[in-house]
C-alpha cells in the first residue's frame, strides 16, 4: 500500500500561525512544511499544547477569531487556499475539505435525525433533490456498516451508542467525497473495543475513497495501526516525520524516542521496567528556549544544542529530523529510554489477603418514564454488579478491566462504600466491613482511600492544595499543627511536588500536578487499601507514565495495595500483579497478570487484548473484533452473558447455560464452556517476549 | 524517579487576575464607580446636603435646577438634590438590609434543602414554589397593607420575597456540588456533616451567591422604590425617592424635573449594581457556574 507515487492533494510551505493574546501574538505553529498524497494517512502526534489541532484547523483556515496565518502557504489540489476569499472558503469547507471531531456526541445536533443531518450535507454541497439526498444518506450509513440503516436514519444522537455517532460523523464527512479530511482524535472517547472496530473502518473506508487524512491523535499505538506517514510535533514544530515504517523502526529524535518509551508495554510491567517519562513542562510560545527547543527535556543534549536551533532535515528518503544528533539517537537509546529492570522475584502467590470482597451485587431500581410508568409499579431493576467477588492481597495490585458499563466502577464504589451494596460480604484484613460508608468507623475509613479519575472535581477548588493534603492528617487529632506542615512536606517530597506548591490553589496546577496531590492526600491516611478509578486515563502519555512511575515506587517503599481500575489494558498490564476481566456486572477471567495476558484466555479477554494498539507497525495482532455495544444491564443475556457477541460463540449451550469455573493453574481460572485445551489450541500469544507474533 | 519540574512559574495571583480581566470590561468599571458614588453619598449625603430636606420655601416653589438648588425645588419649595441626598441612606438600609437577609435565610435554607435532600428538600422547595407563584408586588402590597408600612416591615417583605430566588440558586450550586468527587474524598476520610457544609461546600457556594446578591440588590432597590410610589414605602416626611417620584406625577407639565430628578437617580443606581453584578459574574465566575 504505497502512496509514494499518487498526486499531493495538500501542500504546506513554511506555515506560521498566530493568535492574539493580551500578552501580546503567540506564534502557537512554526514553519510547518508537510504533504498529504492522495489515499495516505498522515498521523500527527504529540503531548497536549503541541500545536497539533491549531495547526489543523489552520490548514482549512478555520482558525478562531484572534488567530492568523502570518507566513506560508497552503495548496489543496490546485487550489491556493489562502488567496480564497472568505464566501469561497464556505464552498471548500464541508464540500472539498471535512472534518471528524473528537467528541460525536457534542458534533451531532441533538434535536435533528442523524439520517437527515448527512442528507443535508448532500442537498447543500451536492445539490441533490431530497429524495436523492435520502437515498444517499442512506448509502453512507450502510457504508460504515451500520446494522438496518433505515431506522437508524430515523434516530437522534441521544438513541444511539458513541461508536455508533462517531460512524455517522465519518458518513457525513465521507458524502461528499472530499480531497481532504482531518479527524482530530476520533476515537479517544471511545472503549479500546469500539476504537479498534472504527479503525478498521476508516483505514478500509479511506483506502476505498482514496482520501487525503490529517489523523491527529496522542497515541502512538493508534498511528502505528492505521496510518502511512507520521509528524510528531512539539511545542509548535516539527521534530521528526517519516513514513510509519521508518519513524517506528529507526526513531531519529530523543522526543520520538521518548514518547514511545512512555506507553507501556503489554509484555512487560512493573517489575520489569520503570516507563520513561520527559521531566519538565512543554514551553510556551512566548517562553520558548534559546536554542533546540526540546533541549531542556532531552537526555542527550548537549553545549551546542542550546546554541542553535537545529533545522528539519531530510534524513533518509522521506525521513526527516530536527536533531542535530539524529545519527546517534540510536546509540543513546539507553540515556533516553530506561532499559530492563532485573526482576526481584516476588512470590506474590502466599501472601495474606487484605481485601476479600465476596458475591458482591449491586441492584438499582430505575424509575420508569413517560406513560409505562402508570401501568407499572414494578421498577426496572439494573443489576450493575452481579456476584462479584474479589480479592486484594496486601501490597499487590489488582488491575480490573472491562468495557464502560461493565460496572467496575460500580464495584469500587460499593468497596468504598459510597453505594450501599444489595448483598455481599467485605472483609478488610478478616474483619467484616458494614457496607454503608454511614456505618464504618473512623479508623476503617482511613484504611481505604480513593483515587479519582477526574483531578478537577477532586480537589476542593477553593483550599489550596496543602490543607487539602494535610487534612487527613488534622483529623487523627492531637497533631501539633508544625508536624502536619512537616507531614505534608514529606508527602509533596514523595509525589515529587515542589515544597512550595502547598500553597497554590487547585486551578494554578495541571493536570498531572493535580493528581499528584489527589494521591498525596490518599496516602497521607496511611491507608492499607487504595482504589484507584481510572487514575490517569484523562492525562497525556507522558504524565501517565510519570504517574504510574510514582504509584509503583509507592506501593514498593509502603507496602499498600491497590484495586486499581481501568479500561487501558496496556496500564492495567503494568501496574497489576492480579487482573480480572469484568463483563456485565460478573468476572469472567482471574489470574496473575501474566497468566490473564497469555493464553488460554477468555473469549472476551482475548478480544480486548487484540485491540489494543499496539506501538509498533512490526506486530501483527490477531484480529479479532467485538461488534455491537455491552447489552443493557436490564436485561441481561441468558447463559453466558458473552454470547450476543462472542466470537467463539459455540452454539445453544452458550445461550442456555452459566459456563463453568475452570482452573488453569492454582490461581488463574476462565469462566468458558470451552475447554481449556481447545482454548490454548486456538488462541496465539498477543505479544510475545520479542514483540512479535509466533508461529 | 525523573526530579520533575524545575517548578513552573506561579501564575499571578487571583485578585490581580480578576482585576485585570475587569479592565477588559469598562461597564464594569463604571458599575463600581456608580455604586461608590451612592454608597459615599448615603454616609455623608445628609451631612453637605446644602439645605434641610424638610425645610419649605413657598415663594421659591417649583424651581428649576439652579446654582441655588441644583435639582431645582418641589410644589413645597423644597430642595430636591437635597432630599434625594437624604433619602439614599433610606434606600440603601431598607433595600440593601432586605438584600443581606433574603441572602442569609436563602443561603441556609438552599444549603439545607440542597444537602440533605429527601423530604426536607421537596418541604423547603414546595412553599419556595408557593412565594413564587404569587406576583412579588401584589404579595408585598398584600402584606405591607395588613401589617403597615415601617421600616422593619419593608425590609421583612423585600427578604421575604427575594429568599425563594436566593435559596434556589444556592441549592442548584450545592446539588452540583455535593456530588464532585472532593466532597466524596471527605466523606473517605471520616469528615462529619459540619466541617463538608461549612468547609468544603460553603466556600464554593460564595462566589455565585455575591453574584446572586448584587442582582437582588439592584432589584430590591427597585421594589422599594415601587413601594414609596404605591404609597407603601417610608412614610413622609421622610424623603422617599418611590414617594417622591409618584408625588410629583401632579406636577408634570409645570415641572417635570421634580419627577425626572428622583426618577433618573432610582434608574442610575439600578443599572450601576447591575453593571457591578454583571463585572462581579465575570470576575468570580469565569467560565460560568450553575444556578
Known sequence: MTTENKPT?????????????????????????????????????????????????????????????????ITLGETDLLALSPREMRKVWGARVTMVHQDPSKAINPSIPVGEQIAEVARVHLGMSRAQARHKALEMLEKVQLPDPESVAGRYAHQLSGGMLQRILIATALTTNPQFLIMDEPTTALDVTTEAVILDLVRDLLHEYQTAVLYITHNLGVVARICDRVGVMYAGEMMEEGSIQQVFKQELHPYTLGLLGCVPRIDMCKLDIDLHTIPGFIPRPNALPHGCIFAPRCAIAEEACRQERPPLVEVAEGHLSACRRWAEVADNMQKIVPLEKDREEVDQQDVPLLLDARNIEKQFKLRR????????????????????????????????????????TTFARCIAGFEEATSGDIFLEGEALPRSIAQRSKSTLKKIQLVFQNPDASLNPQHPVGVSVGRPLALLGNVLQSEIDQRVRELFEAVNLPADYVNR????????????????????????????????????????????????????????????????????????????????????EIGSAEDVFAPPYHPYTEALLSAIPLPDPAIHQERIRLHGSVPSAVNIPSGCRFHTRCPRKIGTICETEDPPWQNVNRFHSICCHIPLEQLTAMQVPVASETGKEQP | MENIQSARPLPTSRAARSLKRMRRYPATMIGFAIVGIFILMALIGPLIAPYKFSDQDLVNKLQPASSEHWFGTDQFGRDIFSRILTGSRDVFTIAGSGTLLAVLMGLTLGMLSGYLGGAVDETIMRFMDVLLSIPPLLLAMIILGTVGPSRLNIVLVVSFLYIPMVSRVVRSVVLDLKTREFIEAAKMRGENNGYILFREILPNVLPPLAVEASMRFSYSIFLVASLGFLGLGVQPPSPDWGMMVSEARTWFNLAPWILLYPAGTIAFLVVGVAFMSDGLRRMLLPGGVSG
Open chain 1, 9 to 73: 492533494v495538500l501542500e504546506v510551505k513554511n506555515l506560521w500561525v498566530t493568535y492574539a493574546t493580551e500578552n501580546g501574538p503567540l506564534d502557537t505553529v512554526r514553519n510547518i512544511s508537510m504533504k498529504i498524497r492522495r489515499g495516505e494517512i498522515y498521523g500527527l502526534v504529540g503531548e497536549s499544547g503541541s500545536g497539533k489541532t491549531t495547526l489543523a484547523r489552520a490548514l482549512v483556515r478555520y482558525l478562531p477569531s484572534n488567530g492568523s496565518i502570518t507566513k506560508g502557504t
Open chain 1, 369 to 408: 418514564q413517560g406513560l409505562s410508568n402508570l401501568f407499572s409499579w414494578k421498577p426496572d431493576v439494573v443489576r450493575a454488579v452481579d456476584n462479584m467477588s474479589i480479592r486484594v492481597r496486601k501490597g499487590a495490585t489488582m488491575g480490573i478491566v472491562g468495557e464502560s458499563g461493565c460496572g467496575k
Open chain 1, 505 to 588: 490553589l487547585p486551578h494554578e496546577l495541571s493536570g498531572g500536578e493535580k493528581q499528584r496531590v489527589a494521591i498525596a492526600r490518599a496516602f497521607a491516611a496511611n491507608p492499607d487499601l487504595m482504589i484507584l478509578d481510572e487514575p490517569i486515563s484523562s492525562l497525556d502519555v507522558s504524565v501517565q507514565a510519570s504517574l504510574m512511575n510514582l504509584l509503583a515506587e509507592l506501593q514498593k517503599a509502603k507496602g499498600t495495595s491497590y484495586l486499581f481500575i481501568s479500561h487501558d489494558l496496556a496500564a492495567v498490564r503494568h501496574l497489576s500483579d492480579w487482573i480480572a476481566v469484568v463483563y456485565l456486572g460478573r468476572v469472567w
